[in-house]
């Protein structure tokens, strides 16, 4: 059965970076033709799609926060990673880690239970 | 970007309810929606994809149809259990993106 788990700071300073990961348990990463992603709520606000990993490597982005994310994969780990550069307190929210089993169609099939980030001085 | 909105974005009803949540598109989207199950401290749950297929081991009590900008998930007879929040989520362009929410709540 996947599992997926965040983990990472639960503060980050403003100017900062963010780095979560998540561990992928009961399958392997590099073994599966999955998208791995990443979605955050902020408080009060709908989810947003920050971007997705195809297990080859490939990246895709969220348009609105392209120029501030990287997403990666750690096979020898069995995890993937989120950065976020230049955090404000607009960068506040839950961050969750889900996958995506097509390799055209973005539902998100699974998803970790989410960890909140809070950036604050 | 796909704007989506939910309605209504509240609602109260009773074990039994029959319920009904609209999700509407801000253009065409075909049936490239999908919609989740979210209660809280745990991860959310896909419910239906495609706009009306039942995603493996969800009770048949759920249901969805639509197409175009216009959807609709229907709870037949309320459990316990089905108090969340739910989502639709639109896959017809990128970035995908996710209605405002409707909550769920008891009588």
């Known amino acids: 059965q996947l599992q997926l788990q965040e983990s990472g700071p639960g503060l980050v300073k403003p100017s900062e970076t963010l780095s979560l990961t998540c561990t992928v348990s009961g399958d392997s990463i590099s073994g599966s033709s999955y998208h791995w992603g990443w979605i955050r709520q902020p408080p009060g606000k709908r989810l947003e799609w920050i971007g997705s990993?195809?297990?080859?490597?490939?990246?895709y982005y969220n348009p609105s926060l392209k120029s501030r994310v990287t997403i990666s994969v750690d096979t020898s780990k069995n995890q993937f990673s989120l950065k976020v550069t230049s955090v404000t307190a607009a960068d506040t929210a839950v961050y969750y880690c889900?996958?995506?089993?097509?390799?055209?169609?973005?539902?998100?099939?699974?998803w970790g239970r989410g960890t909140l980030v809070t950036v604050s001085s | 970007d796909i704007q989506l909105t939910q309605s209504p974005s509240f609602l109260s009803a009773s074990i039994g309810d029959r319920v009904t949540i609209t999700c509407r598109a801000s253009q065409g989207i075909s049936s490239y929606l999908a919609w989740y199950q979210h209660k809280p401290g745990k991860a959310p749950k896909l419910l239906i994809s495609a706009a009306s297929t039942l995603q493996s081991g969800v009770p048949s009590r759920f249901s969805g149809s639509g197409s175009g900008t216009e959807f609709t998930l229907t709870i037949s007879s309320l459990q316990p259990e089905d108090f969340a929040t739910y989502y639709c989520?639109?896959?017809?362009?990128?970035?995908?993106?996710f209605g405002q929410g409707t909550g769920l709540e008891i009588k």
């Open positions: 990993i195809y297990y080859s490597g490939n990246t």
């Open positions: 989520q639109q896959l017809n362009s990128s970035p995908p993106t």
């Open positions: 889900a996958v995506t089993y097509s390799r055209s169609d973005w539902y998100f099939d699974l």
